[in-house]
């Protein structure tokens, strides 16, 4: 009985060691999923250019340093829609006779498929295509004007003397209808062994990503040439873009059936002088004079003056700073100081 007992007692106090002495085991909770970092988006690859485009600052494949050429564009009602301004560089807007504009165009990075209709030269419109050392295209011109590219070495191809290197089209009548291509120019260009690069003017240029935040708000312009020549432009946010209309229709381009646009819009006041009963013009492209520039719908109004061949635009009178363009294309209209620019420019 004594040895039972005992050996009770031996089991319970072996049971009960191993209980104390065994460790409670909790589970182990399973480890956190890493966190991976969210992917970054795609974003569209930024093309560099080995070149910049002098007239534009816009990125290049090629060096451009060959001579500009500079179309006179007919802007009669019946003449429009006119072929190849959407392509130019920069475009001047400057009256001729009976309160009728005329445009124009400098070419240089761009290449149209159709230009026109050619019109004719004037004095004032050599001025301004000298100073791009440009090749001066035109069909005819007052006496004054061939007088002057006969006694200069101005390059100019006339369809008068050279309309081969011209052709007229059947849905217009003349002279609305002459029309030309940068083929047939360069053409032309050889075979009268005209010289083909030129020291270009300097433009300055903003970045690409540049964003205007000086001057007034400018979304809607209206530029009054007589009551029966208007133009306006309505910027377009998405395109960061001035689109054009002239008597208050969307101005296309006839080959593109694409309404024009403008990067940079320069208007200013020049002095004109009606010469005689023809109601020819001088026109004032040197200056100086008042003006507004004209980007991403803001106004700013400015000094202008012409320097280094070019039209420019400055900050104030002292023309100590100029105003950089936008990379793109620029349109500068001329209108009368009589008025004035108050009476022929209104924005909002």
Same mark, same amino acid.
Request: charged share 20%; aromatic share 8%.
């Given at each position: ?24 085991? #909790? ?44 179309? #006179? ?152 040439? %007589? ?23 969307? %101005? ?19 002095? %004109? ?76």
């Amino acid at each position: 009985m004594k040895r039972t007992s005992w050996v009770i007692m031996l089991l319970a106090s072996m049971l009960f060691s191993a209980c104390s002495s065994q460790e409670t085991v #909790m589970p182990t909770p399973p480890a956190p999923s890493p966190q991976l970092d969210p992917q970054p988006q795609p974003t569209e690859p930024v093309e560099v250019y080995p070149f910049t485009a002098p007239l534009t600052g816009m990125g290049n494949e090629q060096k451009l340093d060959q001579r500009p050429i500079m179309v #006179m564009v007919n802007n009669l009602p019946k003449a429009r829609p006119q072929s190849g301004l959407d392509k130019a560089d920069i475009v001047y807007e400057v009256l001729a006779e009976g309160e009728v504009t005329r445009f124009l165009a400098i070419y240089h990075s761009q290449k149209p498929e159709v230009i026109g209709p050619v019109r004719s030269i004037r004095p004032y419109f050599i001025e301004i295509g000298r100073g791009f050392d440009a090749i001066l295209v035109h069909a005819g011109g007052s006496p004054e004007a061939l007088a002057t590219l006969a006694s200069h070495d101005y390059s100019n191809i006339n369809e008068i003397s050279n309309s081969q290197y011209f052709w007229r089209e059947s849905f217009r009548k003349p002279p609305h209808n002459l029309y030309t291509n940068l083929d047939k120019i360069e053409q032309a260009i050889a075979d009268k062994k005209m010289r083909t690069t030129a020291e270009l003017p300097y433009l300055p240029f903003l970045p690409a990503d540049a964003e205007i935040t000086d001057g007034e708000p400018a979304t809607h312009i209206d530029v009054v040439y %007589h009551r029966l020549n208007k133009a306006a432009y309505e910027y377009d946010a998405q395109s960061k873009r001035y689109l054009r209309f002239s008597d208050g229709q969307p %101005h296309m381009d006839l080959t593109t059936n694409k309404q024009l646009s403008v990067t940079n819009l320069l208007v200013i006041a020049a002095n %004109h002088r009606i010469l005689d009963k023809e109601g020819r013009r001088a026109v004032d492209v040197v200056g100086p004079g008042d003006g507004y520039l004209f980007q991403q719908g803001k106004a700013r109004k400015i000094k202008w003056r012409r320097e280094g061949g070019m039209i420019r635009a400055y900050t104030d009178a002292s023309f100590s700073e100029e105003l950089p363009l936008l990379p793109g294309n620029t349109w500068v209209n001329i209108v009368s100081t009589v008025p004035g620019l108050a009476d022929a420019v209104t924005y909002q």
